[in-house]
């Protein structure tokens, strides 16, 4: 059944400021393949988790595109208010800290540094020009096309392995995990040889002997409809003249500015990557370098993020069956998160219930036959996140108990959940405040399987009272949530009225669409969730009632 709320967690503030700037005060959001786990109604509430601000929301939204891939396009219609003030300030403190940051000289703005690679390259050119007439020599040399290939044959290869197995593949996840810095080498048995230049632990660039024109930057562009065949001569023109890269002619002519031509070289550099995943032909190497031979526009691909979708995506289509035979003989082993692998699971972009699952693993020492039992995931999906990221070497499987890191873990997750405890009720249980009593029962049950005292060993005395406070909290919760009449009197007393009013507004739609779709299920749940909040309205009673006769 489709929901009518979920959330949208920001873990680097970077990419939300992006977001903000370049789509959400546009009126508009794009939701990645996996950010939302469950399916949302065509109208639904949507919070927005952020750095320093922390949950902004509900917002209002409606899907305006599905991907088949699982991406959503979104229209907000407008923000809030309590949440544009919060992103207004938010701006104003960034401003703040950017006016210091030039005023003190630790930044320059864009606009200067533009103005000055301008004045230097004008200075450039007006310099080989004078060497030129001094010396009657030809033009000066041009800079050739493709990045340089650092000279690494007197060095033995750090990794090496064939394309015909998954070695590239682990190398890879083991790239990220070590934040390395090299080349990657790929011979074909044809003679090509692709290199792939690697920074902090992702491809930030790739050159192909002899050149593969079918990757260069203004082909792909062309055939993606973004350039003319026009233009692309005009670019070659250009590189031609000057001895610059494609990329820097299409600034020049006025085509794509500095900051799309960042994100078009970071989609070149994930569509090469892609093609070399699918090769399974020929010899790869990786030379560890102290640096890289020329600095490089584009971030590291976050290449543990891609992996991980892909392949959890394959995991949720797999038979039950396959799956499980994949799963079964780890049942009674304990699972932990690869050492030194916590920094890559940030770079998953996991969602909510994903979150948890992880979190749950690092909380105590489980079986993977128990960690189902707490897992905030269903049965299918907890199997099929398990597998993807034992694919991918994060998730160890070991079958004695790890006592070191099992004390480390449960202390850290403790003291999380003491953390929420400061939040209302909703917070203490981990669900929404648009919640009936079936899903407050369930998120009630899985924390106190979680947080039983009886499953920790070795505690010391102030982790059992933190338990103690934690469990009394959650019986605390349970007792108001549980009945309906309690429900919603807390509810009434911790939302604003606005937002619950517009809530069951916005469901009694939803409820209307699914009734038009002829589908009882979305139907009867956004009827019931509108009575939920707003009781007392017959128009959602009588919603219910003709839902249930579909």
Known sequence: MAVRSASVEFRDLAKFLVTYRESISQGSMFIAPGQIDSEVANEFRLDLIVPIIGRQGPIPVQVV????????????????????????????HIEAIKTMLVE????????????VLGQLAVAERAAQTGAASATQAVAPKKRSRGIPIPDVSGTAATLSGSMADRSLRDAMVGFAVEKSTGLLSVKYPNGTVRYGYWMRGGPVGWRTEPLNEDEVLGVLLYQADQLTKEQVAQSLEIMKAQ???????????????????IRVLSKQNEFILQRIMKDRGGDWTFHVLNRLPEQFLT?????????????????????????????????????????????????????KKESGFVDVVQSNSWRLREAYSVSP?????????????????????????DESRTKARIAERIQRKKKSLQGNHFDVLEIHWVCMKSEVTESYERLKTEFRTERFSSLTAEQTADLDTINAKLDEAFTVLESDSGRRRYRADVIEKDAIVNSAEMLGKQGEMAIMRRDRAQACGAFAKAAELVPGEPLFRDGLRRATTI
């Open 377 to 401: 995931l269903g049965r299918g999906q907890t199997s099929a996140l398990v597998w993807s990221l034992m694919e991918l070497s994060l998730l160890d499987m070991a079958d004695q108990e």
């Open 104 to 115: 003190t000289g630790a930044v320059v703005e864009k606009a200067t540094y533009t103005k």
């Open 65 to 92: 595109h599905r991907g088949p891939d699982g991406s959503l396009g979104l229209h907000i219609p407008s923000l809030p208010g309590p949440v544009e003030s919060a992103f207004g300030e938010l701006m104003a």
């Open 243 to 261: 001895g610059c890269r494609q990329g820097e002619a299409l600034v020049e002519m006025g085509v794509i500015d500095f900051a799309q031509l």
């Open 299 to 351: 971030p590291p691909l976050k290449v543990p993020a891609l992996l991980f979708r892909a392949l959890y995506s394959h995991a949720r289509e797999m038979p039950g069956s396959e799956l499980s035979e994949h799963v079964q003989p780890h049942m009674d082993r304990y699972l932990s998160i690869s050492s030194g692998a916590e920094h890559v699971f940030a770079e998953l972009m996991l969602n």
